[in-house]
């Protein structure tokens, strides 16, 4: 049984502007230990699709339909007393910025003490003992001493550090992750996303990575989920999808990677902004923005499937996926594009292709 399964989930806001569609009939499987990449721009339902598995949507949001198994029990069904015993002690979530889950008024020590005092019922000597362990763990050099910190004498690193500190102190089965290194800079991105690997090794904890860049899934992750418009596009081992893309959004994604050394700040982007939620584009999602498109993608919407193979691959156990009328035998041109290998896991999709009639919305 897998840790975690994902079958048909749609989230909806009901908003003055109308109906949004932030997630929409998503599917998707975890398995123990496993460290699955979640990728997508701004407003691909990512945060959404985590916060769902919380079961912390707020109105004007509500999960429509679907089930969110977690170790074969439907968590959609649960009481609140149950779910909250989930959360925090099964599932734990580390957000992007670490000020805010930190309570200035409390020293650091004391917050993480809290937590593990409250989740694995340790008198106020254990938990101060564990908590010293659980800093040293995460990289806080001087432990001990820096127990009795605030959270503003630490660095946004080391605040991150901490965070995932406390995350950890449940010993959960799945750690959420929403954009954890976004608001630090390169080095120490890197330093936590090694740091948060290998103690979700250390500690079996499976990892759900969420980022809009693909750089750090390459760094992390296993498998790897591409996201747009609430609705996965492709699915992939990561290796694969590194290599050989099958969806045009996943190359567009991958062109505009930083290169190492890169002195610009960003290659390319994708011409054009996601879709209004409210109103999707006719026919597949993607078509105003993807180079390939023809007239059937302004029509017809595509399934996942198996891009080998053709077959449908809409279920959690697709390892491969993806939606591109490409796949149903319906583009004419085809996909026109190639990736170009570099040293080490610097791949690079040349997605410059021209698009004739540039941003078409
Ligand atoms: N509280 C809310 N009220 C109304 N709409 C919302 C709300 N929260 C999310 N949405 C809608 O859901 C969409 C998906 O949001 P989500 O935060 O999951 O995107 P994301 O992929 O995580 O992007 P980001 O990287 O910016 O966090 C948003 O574009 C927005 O339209």
């Known amino acids: 049984m897998a ?26 499987r975890i398995e123990r230990g496993e460290k699955f990449g979640v990728v997508g721009e701004s407003g691909a339902g990512k945060s959404v699709t985590a916060l769902s598995l919380m079961r912390l949507i707020e109105s004007p949001g509500r999960i429509e339909s679907g089930e969110i ?25 580390i957000f992007q910025d670490a000020q805010t889950a930190l309570n200035p008024v409390y020293t650091v020590g004391e917050q993480i003490a809290e937590a593990v005092r409250h989740h694995l019922d340790y008198d106020d000597e254990e938990a101060r003992e564990r908590t010293i362990q659980l800093l040293d763990t995460v990289g806080i050099p ?61 500690f079996d904890t499976a990892i759900q990575l969420i980022t809009h860049d693909l750089g750090v899934v390459a760094e992390v992750c296993d498998r790897v989920m591409v996201m747009y418009a609430g609705s996965p ?60 498109a023809e007239d059937v993608c302004t029509k017809r919407e595509p399934p996942l499937l198996n891009p080998e193979t053709g077959r449908d691959a809409s279920g959690t156990d697709a390892e491969r996926a993806a939606a591109c009328l490409e796949y149903t035998g319906e583009l004419q041109e085809g996909l026109d594009y190639e990736v170009e290998i570099r040293e080490g896991h610097d791949t690079r999709a040349d997605a410059t292709a021209p698009n004739p009639e540039g941003d078409r919305r």
């Open 69 to 93: 198994l977690f170790k074969g029990e439907d968590l959609l069904e649960m009481s609140e007393e149950e779910i909250r015993d989930v959360r925090g002690n099964e599932i734990a979530m």
């Open 233 to 292: 596009v492709e699915k992939a081992p990561v290796e694969e999808l590194y290599y050989d893309p099958k969806h045009p959004y996943t190359v567009g994604l991958m062109s505009s990677i930083p290169r190492v050394g890169d002195r610009r700040e960003r290659l390319q982007t994708i011409p054009g902004t996601m879709p209004d939620l409210v109103e999707l584009p006719p026919g597949c999602s993607f078509h105003p923005r993807c180079p390939y």
């Open 3 to 28: 840790l975690l399964e994902v079958n048909d989930l749609t989230v909806k806001f009901y908003t003055q502007e109308g109906v949004v569609t932030a997630v929409d009939d998503l599917s998707y």
């Open 142 to 202: 001087e432990a001990e001493s820096r127990y009795s910190d605030y959270p503003h004498e630490f660095s946004g690193g080391m605040q991150q550090r901490a965070v995932i500190a406390m995350a950890l102190s449940c010993d959960p089965d799945l750690l959420l992750c929403d954009e954890p290194t976004t608001a630090l800079d390169v080095t120490i991105e890197a330093q936590i996303l090694e740091e948060l690997e290998s103690l979700a090794d250390e």
